[in-house]
């Protein structure tokens, strides 16, 4: 729908307060539009909430019940998940298209309607549907009860930082182009910084975001990274960050010039205005460590003195190498959970489930494609195809021949996975098939990257649950050493965690969450090419540890 006919931006916000020991109520509503935001030459319109990118941010409380009214005039369907919350017993309302429900078809509403739980923090919603997050996605603040401070010194500000990535063209056309050929989409135009690329692309002097702050101020950024490809360093120039939170929750702090954010996770940082009064960049840029074509862009923004002029030139900023392995693994070593009384950090110790998927990439026989074939990603051996019906409803109606139930704990096919030659290519199985854990069971999963066709860093999202980062390598898996390196007193929580290139990560969990909640690659690449799949969380014995009903206004199939 062309962006003349669109309503003008609004985002109502109604917040219904009965005394600070009661929980509130807050209603937004969401626009899905296309409009025009051109950030550099010749720019088509985006689809967009509110006319807005990135789109608005939702401010909560925890405890707080939230109400989002997404009415969708553009002409794809859409589907919001509101990345990071647990949604207890509630999958009706987290939002993977036809995973837990079917989309919002063009012309038609729904309204998201969920508690926050058990959390704060910053997390961010975004679209789930097709590669419409390219534009689609906002923040979510969620600050702590009423009396509760924060575990860290009170900044004097905090600002939002969302990382993304920008095309020229409509995402979609690009995308569906790339599949007839069988081949992966052109990568995007521009990293951005608050949806504005910065002064070193053209086109954009006025698409630069800057951030003004005062001397001996200390301020909060809640950074988050909305890239669809890019894991991602940021920095700013001549200052230091603390980094205390990641993925909303609180970590034990520590220092460092420059973090590494993959696509999917949330980082809260803690920065003084303790420099000489100037002007310096934030920076990001990709980091890539795989043998492939580097990306080299990098997204500048604005860290302002108050009272410097803009005729001032910005600091440039120190970035690590765009493949500095070390760094990224030295930084990601660092993060700690806070283990607090307060904030304990209750890590399963003893294991009901062990699980261990591979990553791979593929080549499979592609007749409509033009080359005969079509990359293709996995886990196990298993290239996941999205289903017709949403898969919780299939769940909760038992309605058959929509999924089975036998995701294999193990890959079929073990082999010497980091060591395999890199043309080497299993050919993959395809289907819908699901995991099934017994509601309350612990977990363990080990996340194997392979050398199948290309090694990558691979971040990956698991939904409903939060989960800890018990250990990572390089290389394959030891079952017999590596568990007793594993840190199980003060490990990352997370809801997101990157693989590294060429080795694994170990995460555990508990399955308290019944529903089906789905668990991919957040490179939005590799999710299309089918590495994903999702777990059945069986009902426990009480109706506090069953799916509630679903409502009654479900989109259609």
């Keep these: 729908m062309a962006a003349s006919r669109m309503s003008v931006f609004s985002c109502f916000l109604h917040v219904f307060l009965s005394s600070p020991a009661i929980a509130a109520l807050k209603k937004y509503d969401f626009n899905i539009q296309v409009k025009n935001v051109s950030r550099l030459c010749n720019a088509k319109p985006i689809v967009t909430v509110n006319g807005m990118f990135p789109g608005p941010t939702i401010y909560v409380r925890e405890g707080d019940q939230v109400l989002v009214n997404v009415t969708n005039h553009a002409q794809y369907n859409v589907s919001i998940h509101w990345h990071g919350l647990k949604q207890f017993r509630n999958g009706w309302a987290d939002g993977p298209a036809y995973i837990t429900l079917c989309p919002i078809r063009s012309g038609r509403s729904y309204t998201y309607n969920f508690t926050v739980t058990g959390q704060r923090g910053t997390l961010w919603w975004h679209a789930h549907i097709l590669w419409l997050r390219a534009t689609v996605y906002g923040a979510i603040v969620v600050m702590p009860k009423e009396g509760t401070p924060f575990p860290f010194p009170q900044p004097y500000q905090e600002t939002n930082i969302i990382l993304g990535e920008w095309w020229n063209q409509d995402v979609e056309t690009i995308v569906n182009q790339a599949n007839k050929l069988g081949l992966p989409p052109q990568p995007s135009d521009a990293p951005t910084i608050n949806g504005k690329p910065g002064p070193l692309f053209p086109c954009s002097e006025k698409h630069t975001f800057a951030m003004e702050v005062e ?17 991602l360093f940021f920095t700013i120039a001549g200052h230091n960050m603390t980094v205390v939170e990641i993925d909303a929750v609180y970590t034990k702090p520590f220092t460092s010039q420059a973090i590494l954010i993959t696509p999917g996770q949330t980082t809260n940082v803690l920065i003084k205005a303790d420099q000489s009064p100037s002007r310096y960049f934030m920076a990001a840029r990709a980091f890539m460590d795989a043998p492939i074509t580097v990306d080299n862009k990098t997204a500048t923004a604005i860290f302002q003195y108050k009272g410097i002029p803009n005729t001032v030139l910005p600091t440039l900023p120190q970035l690590p190498a765009p493949n500095d392995t070390k760094y990224a693994l030295n930084y990601n070593s660092k993060l700690r959970s806070l283990n607090t009384p307060q904030f304990p950090a209750k890590v399963p ?19 409509t494609c033009q080359n005969g074939t079509q990359l293709v990603a996995s886990l196990n051996n298993i290239t996941f195809v999205m289903p017709k019906v949403g898969l919780l409803q299939a769940h909760y109606f038992n309605l058959s021949g929509v999924f089975r139930t036998d995701f294999p ?86 809801n997101t965690v990157g693989v590294p290139t060429g080795g694994w990560t170990a995460i555990r969990f508990r399955a308290d969450n019944p529903g089906v909640w789905f668990m991919h690659c957040h490179l939005e690449l590799h999710t299309m090419w089918g590495l994903k799949m999702a777990f059945v969380v069986e009902n426990g014995k009480s109706a506090e540890e069953t799916v509630l009903p679903p409502p009654k206004d479900l989109p259609p199939c």
């Design 215 to 231: 001397s001996g101020k200390t301020y909060l950024l809640r950074i988050i990274n909305a890239a669809l490809n890019d894991e």
């Design 409 to 494: 704990d193990q890959p079929p096919a073990p082999f010497n996975y980091t060591g395999a030659s890199l043309t080497a290519n299993l050919a993959t199985t395809t289907g819908t098939r699901l995991s099934k854990l017994r509601f309350n069971s612990t977990v363990e999963l080990v996340i194997q990257d392979t050398n199948l066709l290309s090694v990558e860093s691979h971040p990956f999202h698991l939904h409903g649950f939060n989960f800890f980062v018990v250990g990572s390598g390089i290389g394959n898996f030891d079952p017999e050493k590596d568990p007793a390196k594993f840190n199980l007193v003060d490990p990352p929580e997370r």
């Design 349 to 367: 110790l003893q294991i009901d489930r062990h699980l261990f998927y591979t990553i791979g990439l593929g080549m499979n026989p592609c007749p």
